[in-house]
């Protein structure tokens, strides 16, 4: 498995269409806005292929000691396969001194993806992610803080999103009721 920013035409093209498949609208950014603030610098976009084959994407938003693990996606084709698990590690190696958090659905029973809630919590539990013990409202929709080597409080957290993507969706979180 290898990852490295996209270059090519093809690579942005293969990566935006598994970013629009992999998602549910309600939790997407626009595509354009990923680019722009990659162009900033503020984030980055890796494209990971393995033995040469597009094997998924991971996008980050990167802060001085923190980064978000804001999407994860195994092409639909590869998925169950182990590689998930893998972005995973090069991704913690990749920032190597920095605390990995992530934002994923509650869990609940009465949702109606519950069971791949529970799939997705679980499988970033089992590659050695930890509960943060932060849940929030995120545009709406309730979420919990998971991460690798790092603690974060609400306060935190809504400073990460201030300081490091803008005031406008910072002021979109709250904590959860």
């Not at 992530?102 to 791949?116: G, S």
Request: glycine share 8%; aromatic share 12%; proline share 3%.
């Amino acid at each position: 498995m290898e990852i490295k920013q996209p270059t090519s035409f093809l690579q942005w093209r293969r990566l935006r269409r598994l970013y629009r498949s992999a998602f549910p609208k309600e939790e997407k950014k626009p595509f354009s806005m990923i680019r722009a603030m990659q162009k900033k610098g503020k984030t980055d976009v890796w494209y990971c292929e393995e033995g040469g084959t597009f094997a998924g994407l991971v996008i980050t938003i990167n802060g001085p000691d923190k980064i978000l693990l804001d999407y994860l996606a195994v092409d639909t084709k590869r998925r169950g396969s182990g590689l998930g698990s893998e972005m995973l590690r090069l991704m913690r190696e990749q920032y190597a001194g920095k605390g990995v958090f992530l934002e994923i659905e509650v869990v609940v029973e009465e949702a109606a993806n519950y069971e791949e809630r529970k799939r997705r919590k679980q499988f970033y539990l089992g590659n050695g992610m930890k509960e943060l013990g932060v849940f929030v409202e995120l545009f709406g929709v309730d979420m919990e803080l998971l991460g690798f080597d790092c603690t974060m409080t609400f306060e935190e957290y809504h400073a990460f999103y201030r300081e490091n993507y803008n005031a406008w969706a910072a002021e979109h979180i709250k904590p959860m009721k």
